[in-house]
């Protein structure tokens, strides 16, 4: 049996950070991954990019994280995004902030990250086991006493969890640490995927797959009330719809899809023209080019490979001339392309999923150390917890926060 001051389940960001900030404090620190290597779902984030940090106010920041952003003030005024863009830049990984406050590694590799966090933890002296699956958590007393891996007992009064959520289980993030979680008494809300590309009725984002579209903004609609929108970049898939601001609205999708409401997302290409502007700059073109193909014209309003899918729904012969373009016409033409509209039929699972919406209830963690209060000794970090965020960076910087405070909080 081994002794040690804290003990961490799972090596990703959290729990490095969380490693970390114990070892800085003396700590004698075990970090114990049930995958054969550190950081497996760090080097895939940001599309093997990783998307650092934002560099939003902690105000504005909390605005981003779902359901209870507000539970994180302690953690990111303790530990926030400049603090991981100096550890980082200590250990040889300088950082770009790109459009929307994005902050990335220069070399734009998610592995100068994650080989950054591994030279600091080494540096202070955290042993690391990979290939150790923690069975089962060891209490006395409502107090943890360590815990069971590989059939081995560890022994620890401290012991953080940060093994993520569902998401991309190859990488490990399976889902365990809610069982440990909650074989212990924990409250673990539902469990669902965050973050998730959505399917589509029909085969209109079939035929339009892989066509990338920027500048347009997506509504969300439930039960024909609208409930969110947002303004960026999306991508037609086989399936159906993704991209950034599909994934940002997938989080009202994914409930009300559960609860079997109506669910539509419609598409405005044009959300810098309004109806009016729209209609005038259909007609000028219509005036201009009236000798032309309507299917021609078409170019100069949408990319070339959604012509024949828009005449297509709007039943116009490709070849009708725009001076023979009727007002009915136009006035269809304008309406699809400010309200592209698709009924959104299903998410895509935890495979395809970026994050984990639900977790270990916030209720019974404390805010200032992210301690449980059911049991003396044990914390929680990252992705476990019940908060999620939008794409951005957000995400990323709740798994340091949290993971930097619960190994602090650990050894204090």
């Not at 007992?153 to 365990?176: C, D, H, M, Q, W």
């Not at 916030?362 to 908060?387: H, P, R, V």
Request: with cysteine; charged share 25%.
């Amino acid at each position: 049996m081994s002794n040690f001051d804290v003990i961490v389940v799972g090596a990703g960001p959290s729990g490095l950070l969380a490693a970390g900030s114990a070892a800085e404090l003396d700590g004698k620190v075990l970090v114990l991954e049930k995958m054969r290597q550190e950081g497996r779902k760090l080097l895939i984030t940001g599309k093997g990019r990783c998307n650092i940090t934002n560099d939003a106010a902690i105000g504005d920041f909390i605005t981003h994280i779902n359901p209870n952003g507000r539970f994180l003030r302690n953690a990111f005024s303790q530990f926030f995004s400049q603090d991981i863009i100096e550890l980082l830049h200590k250990y040889g990984v300088d950082s770009i902030c790109e459009r929307g406050g994005r902050y990335f590694p220069a070399s734009n590799k998610s592995a100068d990250v994650l080989q950054a966090l591994l030279k600091w933890v080494n540096e202070m002296k955290v042993e690391i086991r990979c290939g150790h699956r923690v069975e089962k958590l060891i209490i006395e007393n409502n107090a943890i006493q360590g815990l069971q891996a590989n059939g081995q007992v560890f022994k620890s009064r401290n012991v953080i969890l940060a093994t993520g959520g569902r998401s991309y289980p190859a990488t490990g993030s399976n889902g365990e640490g809610y069982e440990l979680a909650k074989a212990v008494g924990h409250s673990i809300e539902k469990v669902r995927p965050a973050l998730v590309p959505l399917e589509t009725e029909g085969d209109v984002a079939q035929k339009l797959q892989g066509l990338n579209l920027k500048n347009v903004k997506a509504t969300v609609w439930i039960n024909d009330k609208k409930r969110g929108e947002d303004f960026g970049e999306m991508i037609f898939t086989h399936f159906g719809l993704s991209g950034p601001i599909i994934l940002t609205l997938s989080r009202i999708a994914v409930d009300e899809l559960h609860k079997n409401n109506k669910v539509e997302v419609t598409i405005d290409l044009k959300p810098a023209l309004n109806e009016q502007k729209l209609d005038m700059r259909l007609l000028r073109d219509l005036d201009e080019y009236g000798k032309k193909m309507i299917s021609n014209i078409f170019r100069n309003w949408v990319p070339a490979s959604m012509v024949p899918v828009f005449l297509d729904i709007l039943g116009i012969d490709p070849e009708k001339e725009g001076h023979q373009i009727s007002s009915k016409e136009r006035k269809k033409i304008r309406h699809l392309l400010k309200n592209m509209r698709f009924r959104i039929t299903n998410h895509r699972s935890f495979k395809e999923a970026i994050i984990t919406a639900g977790g270990v209830s916030t209720n019974e963690l404390s805010s200032k150390t992210m301690e449980s209060k059911l049991i003396s000794g044990l914390y929680f970090a990252g992705e476990m917890i019940n908060l999620d965020a939008e794409t951005g960076g957000y995400n990323l910087q709740i798994s340091y926060s949290t993971g930097w405070l619960a190994g602090k909080s650990a050894m204090i």
